[in-house]
């Protein structure tokens, strides 16, 4: 997750303008020169702990290999479950002179984010995931097909969108109604979006009076009409963007969620397009609004969790996201409440923080299974000027109660707003 630094400056705008225009087609490309017995990364590949979850995903699924040219390519030294590698890989674009199927699913791309393809880009979330890591990880736990993962943080969903791709069930939870929004549309769209397509024309049809006007409620009253949930919920979701444009950027609140509604419904019809294409089977998504804290979960019944704890002791997500939070009828102070973080205030914050975060570390060692794997991404926030040390609180509570830390990768947070320098990725099994 990531905290960013809300003060702009008129460079750093110039610096995102010149960004945006950047051609990112070379991400994308591909290679003529099929390389038989070789593994070639993909392009965007450019960390080193993206390096090092590239070959923990070989280890993992038990290639042998040798590193070779400046890095960018593996020589294989065994031919033992490549196929399973072209379908699961998270970091190469290449395997024995074919693609494999992550190159072809980030082609489906309707945003000039490499890392926001299919349906990922759907709502601004501060903190999201790279889902090509969380895509590595669940790799390198162990996870197969059939194999249930959990996120009791789950954000924007992204947990739920790469373990689905790989047939992974998950359950997601979050104490945030507008999370589990965007991730329950993120994932259960693909099943509706010949519903979501009929129904289009009449909709705006119907509400372009008020489209323009976001005082009149009878346009988000006549969406709440909507009889099959998942086709409700995409268009709700249609509409948060278009408020969050709105309030966020000054844009004009009629043109962008016409124009967004265009951009999902070409995005959800990619993702059922990659899933025809490659004969995926997705796993099963169950995204409920719950307390991490205590989590509606039989005991020792998960196979892995990833996960990402909110940094809300840095970035207060209620007032942040509070124009989507009241579109939703949600009174904030309420809410309040409930999310970790952003109770109290000076080191009474803390120490609440870090209450709520044992008994989540506790409940996250309650469901999983022996001897299975739990990765926990976290950083060190900074609060009040002085630098909170999360990543050692994390690392002893979770041993403390049994967990035992198998790895530990630095990963580099690379942007202009960045005011964390890097996270850890966590990686503990239930022993």
Not at 93 to 114: A, E, L, P, W
Request: glycine content about 6%; aromatic content about 10%; proline content about 2%.
């Amino acid at each position: 997750m990531k905290y960013y630094n809300d003060s702009e400056n008129f460079k750093g705008k110039r610096m995102i303008a010149r960004a945006k225009d950047v051609n990112t087609s070379w991400a994308y490309r591909k290679d003529e020169n099929f390389k038989k017995e070789s593994l070639v990364l993909l392009d965007n590949v450019q960390f080193i702990y993206e390096l090092a979850l590239a070959q923990l995903e070989l280890h993992s699924l038990e290639i042998n290999f040798q590193v070779t040219n400046g890095l960018r390519e593996f020589k294989l030294l065994n031919s033992v479950k490549l196929d399973e590698l072209i379908k699961r890989s998270a970091y190469f674009k290449m395997v024995d002179g074919k693609y494999t199927n992550y190159f072809r699913i980030i082609q489906k791309n309707n945003t000039r984010s490499v890392n926001q393809y299919l349906t990922h880009w759907i709502y601004p979330y501060k903190g999201k995931f790279h889902p090509q890591m969380i895509r590595a990880l669940l790799n390198i736990i162990g996870l197969k097909e059939g194999d249930t993962v959990l996120d009791p943080f789950i954000g924007s969903g992204t947990t739920a969108v790469e373990s689905q791709l790989l047939g992974i069930n998950c359950i997601g939870i979050d104490i945030s109604p507008l999370c589990v929004l965007q991730s329950k549309v993120k994932t259960e769209s693909v099943e509706v979006i010949n519903e979501i397509n009929k129904i289009k024309e009449s909709i705006l049809n119907k509400s372009k009076p008020s489209l323009f006007n976001q005082e009149n409620k009878s346009f988000l009253e006549f969406i709440n009409d909507i009889s099959n949930e998942k086709v409700r919920n995409f268009y709700k979701m249609a509409y948060l963007v278009a408020v969050s444009d709105n309030a966020r950027r000054g844009r004009d609140f009629g043109q962008s969620f016409y124009k967004n509604l265009d951009l999902m419904i070409r995005s959800v019809s990619d993702f059922r397009d990659i899933v025809q294409e490659l004969k995926l089977k997705l796993g099963k998504v169950t995204i409920e609004t719950g307390d991490s804290k205590n989590l509606p979960i039989k005991n020792e019944s998960v196979d892995g969790i990833i996960t990402s704890p909110p940094y809300s002791i840095a970035l207060d997500y209620v007032s942040n996201d509070a124009h989507a939070l009241k579109v939703l009828g949600l009174e904030l102070s309420n809410i309040r409440e409930k999310f970790i973080g952003v109770r109290g205030r000076g080191p009474e914050r803390i120490n609440l923080y870090n209450q709520d975060m044992e008994k989540s570390y506790d409940e996250m060692y309650r469901v999983l299974k022996p001897q299975k794997f739990a990765v926990i991404v976290i950083g060190n926030a900074t609060y009040m000027g002085e630098e909170v040390k999360t990543v050692e609180f994390t690392i002893n509570y979770c041993q403390k109660i049994g967990f035992k830390l198998i790895k530990s990768i630095d990963k580099i947070i690379f942007g202009l707003y960045n005011v964390m320098q890097k996270e850890n990725i966590l990686i503990f099994q239930k022993i």
